[in-house]
């Protein structure tokens, strides 16, 4: 289900001593990929670990794209969160981002401190209920943060500015042209449909600022401890619901109409109860915030295959695996709500 953006760092060595507070002829090697961004860790001329690692932009090069997230970052720092965050290093003119070009056109940086830990295990139900009381944390920090002025990224309930060239996501399919099957077109409308039987009660919930992206890709975990949440890329005001539905899709994922998913989910749950709650409004519209997320993704896919960003396959694959939470909603929904209303509603122990 992952989708890579073309193009890494032309070159394995980089001289970023310049910009920033390194040794010169730094090597890169690659840490890990997102949708849209990639990771390295950097290295000594003599393959020293350094403590940093560098993060590349490959949808844009223009800095106004991430100063919310700079800004969010720096005032969360102000928190005494009980893990880690990737505030950014400042560059010797001060600056949290530079534009470099290595050969293939400027890229956009950041340099971040290298976090201990790795990705949690989907299938530990003690990481999975630190994850969840993570998140809440992380919600009653963002509580507090002041965004005035910045550039936040279009909220999930908002289909139609997820991609600028997607401005109608009825119409999202089709704009494939014959490439999409009838069948796919129909799920995906029928889906969407859904999604707008419940956009008024959705857009009255409460809103905060949330993670907006609460991934098992960015967590990391020591045993049973959350060390860093990553990637504040997506944050911008939601209902709290979204990041609680987001981590149910992609904890759940590979087991989802197994059975083996409610323990999982339930461990998310009460997690979360440990520092938050949901209220019952936010919990009846979970299936509707699954489905969001969903539609949200393929939105931004469909996008960057119209921009020959991405291959079709990686729309098609994402349209598959959409039906089939679809299914499993349609199938369990009403389950999924009761599950996580009576984690929620329980005692703290």
């Known amino acids: 289900m992952a989708n890579h953006p073309r193009g890494g760092i032309h070159h394995p060595s980089i001289d970023l001593s310049h910009i920033w507070a390194l040794p010169a002829g730094c090597v ?37 794209y991430i100063q919310h997230e700079i800004a969010i970052l720096k005032q969360l ?46 299938r530990d139900l003690a990481q999975a209920e630190a994850a969840g009381a993570a998140m809440a944390q992380l919600h009653v920090a963002l509580r507090q943060v002041q965004v005035r002025g910045v ?29 999409a099957t009838k069948s796919d077109v129909a799920r995906v409308e029928a889906i969407l449909t859904r999604i707008l039987e419940h956009e ?15 991934i098992p890709g960015n967590v990391l975990a020591e045993g049973s401890r959350i060390t860093a949440v990553l990637d504040f890329e997506n944050c911008t005001f939601n209902p709290c619901l979204m990041d609680f539905a987001i981590a149910i899709d992609t904890w759940c994922w590979d087991v989802i109409s197994s059975g083996q998913e409610w ?6 749950a009460r997690g979360y109860r440990r520092a938050g709650r949901l209220s019952e409004a936010e919990i009846d519209l979970l299936p509707t915030g699954i489905l969001l997320r969903n539609a949200s993704v393929l939105m931004h896919l469909i996008g960057r295959f119209l921009a020959n960003l991405s291959p079709y396959v990686d729309v098609e694959q994402w349209v598959t695996a959409m039906q089939r939470i679809d299914a499993w909603l349609i199938l369990y929904g009403e389950r999924l709500v009761a599950c996580v209303r009576e984690q929620m509603s329980a005692e703290v122990g």
């Open 151 to 179: 550039n936040l990224p279009k909220p999930y309930i908002e289909l139609g500015k997820v991609h600028p060239l997607v401005p109608q996501p009825f119409e999202a399919m089709r704009a494939v042209g014959s490439l």
């Open 28 to 64: 890169l090697r690659p840490l890990g990929q997102g949708y849209n961004n990639l990771l390295y860790r950097l290295y000594t001329a003599a393959g020293d670990p350094l403590p940093f690692v560098l993060r590349v932009y490959g949808n844009h090069a223009n800095p106004k």
């Open 263 to 268: 323990p999982r989910i339930a461990a998310l």
């Open 200 to 214: 008024k009660l959705f857009r009255i919930l409460p809103q905060q600022l949330i993670h907006g992206d609460f």
């Open 77 to 122: 720092g102000e928190h005494a969160l009980p893990f880690s965050l990737p505030t950014p290093i400042a560059t010797h003119r001060g600056e949290f981002w530079a534009l470099v070009d290595e050969g293939q056109g400027p890229r956009l940086m950041t340099l971040v401190p290298f976090l201990p830990g790795q990705n949690p295990d989907v």
